[in-house]
């Protein structure tokens, strides 16, 4: 039976690694706060005391962190992923970090005899906990496919993009498109809310027609509720906003509208809204607004 072990048991992390169960893998988990590690021994994984104890056994590591320096202290740090796990273990780095980053894990890795794809995800808490995560992958095209029974049971949009660091260049696409979107379904909402429509009926019109998204059908409930408990965390998505605007920089690609809404999801963290899921930019509009909100 293949060994996964999972590090990073949050809002994303623990639904995976209780997936991975579903599809019949022995999974280990280990996170920094041990009560998600207890959740995922009541459901039936096995717990880890550190990362050593997690990966030593384990054929594929899956890391679901925060962001690019908590990846590299797990993967690269004393008593880590590398120092710790046995040759040819695949690592599979599912979290939201820098493509340069991505780039340099991979070639630790393989310097020590082991494998690495980049596996950042799209679909929020809810793909998480259905499985139905679409994933970019960057890597060796044997890498990736070793690595495809782990995705596909955490995913069901699964595609290789390129070599490694590529996933991440498209996941900081998806968070540019996701952002911008956001900020213009909260605009409509305060606009809507304004003219005193029925904000209910307007989000079922506009669904069904060329403004229908994503956002639209999973957030716009919530935020014309005033509900933002996070899904994802205005603090990540200015993380993912700042890996944005460098990597653009760097290919000397314009992107004015992102550089805008990286401004206010920077913005809305400074005034303490961090923990916050990103939906709450909508409370950024009322106040540049001068209704409610901030
Ligand atoms: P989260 O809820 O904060 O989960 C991160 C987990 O990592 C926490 O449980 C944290 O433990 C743990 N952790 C941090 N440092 C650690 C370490 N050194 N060793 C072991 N565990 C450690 O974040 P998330 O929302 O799941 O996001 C994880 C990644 O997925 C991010 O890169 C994010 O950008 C990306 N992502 C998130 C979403 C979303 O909708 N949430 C969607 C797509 C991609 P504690 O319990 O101690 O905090």
Redesign the pocket.
Known sequence: MTTVAV????????PMAANLLTAGLDVVG????R??VDQLVERGGRGADD?ADAVRDADIVLT????SP??E??VLGEGGVLDSAKAGTLLVD????RPDVSVRLAEAARARGMRAVDA??????A??VEGT?SIMVGGEPADVEAARPVLEAVGSTVVHVGPAGSGQTV?AAN?LIVAGTIELVAEALVFLEAHGVDTEAAIKVLAGGLAGNRILDRKAAGMTAREFT????VD??H??LGIVTSAAREAGVAIPVGALVAQLMGSLRAQGHGSLDHSALLLLVEQLSGRRGG
């Open positions: 590090i990073g048991l949050g809002i994303m992390g623990g280990y996170n920094r706060t009560e998600k990362v679901m962190l925060p962001d908590d990846v202290g797990v599912a979290s939201t970090i950042p995800v799209s679909g929020g808490e793909g998480a995560l996941k968070q996070p899904g994802f965390r990540l998505h993380k993912d």
